[in-house]
């Protein structure tokens, strides 16, 4: 199975940005990825994923407009951009991966693999 290494997180102030990276340890034209994040106390949630071939992406209501997923499929790497962040965003995000169909993400649910997780931090 392909393994995932997130990086990028940090702390910011409300209103700033970060880009999360998720490298993939193989070649992931098989696999839709995705980001998920989990604050303390609560349950993990989808945030984006992102469809290697049609590129079509779907995004949690609580993000979309904000975030951005893109993968770069040539250095196997998934990204996020993070705009106008709030403090709900602070969590720990993770990247994982699910077998894609041919145009379509598995929903949220069926994702695993998931990477160790990169902590994201916004303070108000």
């Known amino acids: 199975a392909v393994q995932l290494v997130e990086s990028g997180g940090g702390s910011v102030q409300t209103g700033g940005s970060l880009r999360l990276s998720c490298a993939a340890s193989?070649?992931?034209?098989?696999?839709?990825l995705g980001w998920f994040r989990q604050a303390p106390g609560k349950e993990r949630e989808g945030v984006a994923t992102i469809h290697p071939r049609t590129r079509s992406t779907v995004y949690s209501n609580s993000v979309k407009d904000r975030f951005t997923i893109s993968q770069d499929n040539a250095k196997n790497t998934l990204y996020l951009q993070m705009n106008s962040l709030k403090p709900e965003d602070t969590a720990m995000y993770y990247c994982?991966?699910?077998?894609?169909?041919?145009?379509?993400?598995?929903?949220?649910?069926?994702?695993?693999?998931w990477g160790q997780g990169t902590q994201v931090t916004v303070s108000s």
């Open positions: 193989a070649d992931t034209a098989n696999y839709c």
């Open positions: 994982a991966a699910a077998f894609r169909s041919m145009r379509s993400c598995p929903p949220f649910e069926r994702f695993g693999n």
